[in-house]
């Protein structure tokens, strides 16, 4: 794969014929997808959700020593408001002395719509340089400079030349692409084109090599793996993956969220790139591979036991130490028993409905299997290939419904109302229509929680009985506040706005 | 022209737009624009109000068309009156808005012509056009208060004893709802009838009845005048610019210029003010011995929006006797709402006056604190500008730990705190900021 002379990575809908409407089983899901017929819907009736533009701060935002410029409207990366807590703590448990999140919006008006955007674009950049003196600016451009025609990559190339900060287009219009997902390519094809390099070192540069420690670089890199981290799994989460695989005497390295700069270049020295979520990252690893030959993997998300124990014994494979997987995954599985035993009796028997990002729901519901409960509903933001593998890990689940909506609360209602789960498991911003149901929920991810590897299960079976042991504070909101849907929309098939066509 | 922002303290016309219909009872927007945006606007809006929420909607439950780019190039008009169609049938509401995001604005959709179509609906579907590129959230407030005003409110004979109140932008106000129950809870006390239309027991009877009105009072230099001057031009009720009352003081004040504006009687408004001010005197007195055992008074540091900094500025030097240092306001504003802002520093009866600055850069913040005080130049003996108590945004957040200043946040965004009924406007509002300032330096006893 290699787009990178293009300006901007295709998008999802064509690149991986990904679906962002359909309602069924699990069963049906994958074969709409096998025949390539998922593509094409669209909804009658939407509701907000989201949009590459917004989803691409979800990386952004975590960078190290750098500065964004929201090159649009005003309002264009305001979502970072809701992150400008959260974002310097993660930073700094990477880095004390990181800085908070820091950003420009360019605020094109009225005179810029009609005459271009370009000059305040440069200012920012100026300001951004003079002001903070970053490693890296990153610029996403959203819907209105590129209807107006801002050639945004020409003024980087002009301004890079008396900046010392990397400058790091995004292309990132919200209106170009359904499937929102495409904003991981977008900046994934931003930082492949200005950050990521060859690392130069003093010691390559010395008349006379140092042979002893060249073998020995040689070496660290040969059992060196990259772990391709997002945004939405925690500290707490990348601790326990190094656990595991420093258990195989591999080192590890964590990108891109939590980087900066440098940390893109050091990462072409490893002997693999394994990636976390497909969603996130195919596109990265793919032209790691194309342009550096660096062998990746892309399989399962390390959540729940199984998915955990298939994505290590991978890992494994490819540095031949199987054996030593199975030893260790055999130990890990033992005493992860022994821990969930005193949970099992509250949870056996529970029903849930998981929303949110496909392979992640997948991959939390073989925890809930695990514990003993029964999945009655599943709603993924969109759907494609990569969550296919992360089927294997459940059971039974064929007839299970599935309905691929980014968001659309609308139809998440329905179900629920006519599934009636002891518990939602959801992404972020579905909390207020969850309340009004009454129901207690767990959020799907949550930067402090620990979700994925082994201690992930029993973290997540520990949270599920205590959140399930006291659901009062939704329960008084249920009686006091009301949904804002008709009656007549619960009796009528939850799919009924979901239309074919282009 | 304008100019890039280094972290704006506000959204764009659109979440302006969507949190001020977020405050209507019963009330459903209709989104008429790119997938994110309103998502984007809800995230910023609903965290940076102290956890507003979506409300009855709930922000990812907002009716949004999301165009792509087939819309951009074919034009929207179709997709946006298939999802007017299909929200009427599905979303339980009592008003229905049709607000834009820039893209359906520059490719010339006729909003309005689409929701004229859905006239013999049994509840109305008004458009009201809210480009973002054509103004920040303050300003979205305005365009569709002035749109409802238009295309909502009936005429309607005016009673002498009736009053609107603008000027409170809900969501860029965190406290908006708060604030507004406490100014009604005081006019009522003059004997008026009072249309907040965002407050509490309001319904949209109060904004469809707007017009009954006798005057408008605009707390705020600023915010609501427009839609205070379409009231004018479209009913022909006047209106009385006045600015956001913090603490007893400024309260009085305001209650004698409304009393004088709306023909209620002095003697009326003295005795509210002499019952108010008494009973405010009766908690503040609590604090006597403590501010002054202790020497609670500060040095403070401001930065708000143009309702906040000049009114928590005022009511700290005038009543709770601190020095305010610096002020800065942190709104795009014109040479004239400049210049009426300045006046808002103007004669205070402490005498004091803090260095007045308009900037809406957050990493601008320190170069002023050099300006207003001198810089340590390793001197043996200096006086520096210490204790001080920063009152601001959440911005101001590596600000004050740099410098060991506590932080009380007050103007938005507001994320480091829950918002629930609190005001800071009034009377109620001046006790509020006093105990949320006092209790920062008492935390540690």
Known sequence: MNYLSAKTPPVREERLGAGIAFGGTCREVQCARAGGCLNLAARTFSQTQGCQFTLSQAIINTLRNAVIIMHGPIGCGASSIGAVGTSQTFKRLRDPNAEGLIWLNSNLDEADVIGGGEGKLKEAIRFAERMFRPETILIPVSCVPALIGDDVDAVVAEMQEETAAALVPVHCSGFKTKVMATAYDDVYHGILRALVKKPERRADRRVVPDELEEVRRRYRDSRTVNVLNVSSMSRPDETELTRLLNALDLQVRFLPCYSDAEDFQYALESALNVSICGTHDDYFLHHLQTLYDIPFLIDTIPIGRKNTARWLRKIAAHFDLSQE???????????????????????????????????????????????????????????????????????????????????????????????????????????????????????????SYNYMGFSGVFEVARRIRRILANAQFNKQLARHCPLPYRDSWYAQDPFSYIKAEG | MSKFVDRPRFTCALGGALFTLRALPRTIPIIHASAGCGYNVFSAGSAGAGYLGGGYCGGTSWSSSNVVEREIVFGGQDRLSEQIRSTLDLMDGDLYVVITGCMVEMIGDDVQAVAEAFADEAAPVVAIPTPSFKGNSYEGYDMVLSGLFQRFTRPAAARRDTVNLLGLVPGQDAFYKGNL????????????????????????????????????????????????????????????????????????????????????????????????????????????????????????????????????SRFLADELGWLPALTVVTDFLDEAQTRAIERRFDAWESGLKPLVRFDTDTSSLERYIREAWPPSANERYYDSLSPTVLVGTVFERDLAARFGWPLLTVSFPVTNRVVLQQAYAGYNGGLTLTSDLLTLLVSGR
């Open chain 2, 181 to 312: 129950t406490e100014i009604k809870r005081l006019l009522t006390r003059l004997g008026l009838r009072v249309h907040t239309f965002f407050g509490e027991d309001e319904t949209l009877r109060d904004l469809q009845g707007a017009a009954e009105a006798a005057h408008t009072l605009v707390l705020s230099d600023v915010y609501g005048v427009k839609s205070a001057q379409t009231l004018k031009a479209l009913h022909g009720i006047p209106h009385t610019v006045l600015p956001l009352p913090v603490g007893a003081a400024q309260t009085s004040g305001f209650l004698r210029a409304a009393a004088d504006a709306l023909g209620v009687a002095r003697p009326v408004a003295e005795a509210v003010i002499q019952s108010e001010e008494t009973r405010y005197y009766d908690y503040l007195e609590r604090l006597a011995d403590i501010y002054n055992d202790v020497d609670l008074q500060r040095y403070v540091v401001v930065a708000g929006d143009a309702n906040y900094a000049p009114a928590v």
């Open chain 1, 325 to 447: 997987a199975d030893r260790l995954i055999a130990s890990e599985e033992q005493a992860l028993d022994e821990a969930l035993a005193p949970f099992r009796p509250a949870l056996r028997g529970k029903t849930a409905f998981l929303g949110g990002g496909e392979v992640r729901i997948l991959a939390t519901a073989e925890i809930l299997q695990d514990l003993g409960m029964k999945i009655v509903g599943f709603k993924g933001h969109h759907y494609d290939e990569f969550a296919e593998p992360v089927f294997e890990s459940l059971d039974d689940v064929d007839d299970v419904l599935f309905n691929v909506a980014t968001q659309q609360p609308f139809e998440q209602i329905n179900l629920v109302k006519r599934l009636r789960p002891d518990l939602y498991v959801g992404h972020s911003g579905g909390g207020n229509i969850s309340a009004k149901q009454g129901l207690p929920l767990l959020p799907l991810f949550g930067p």
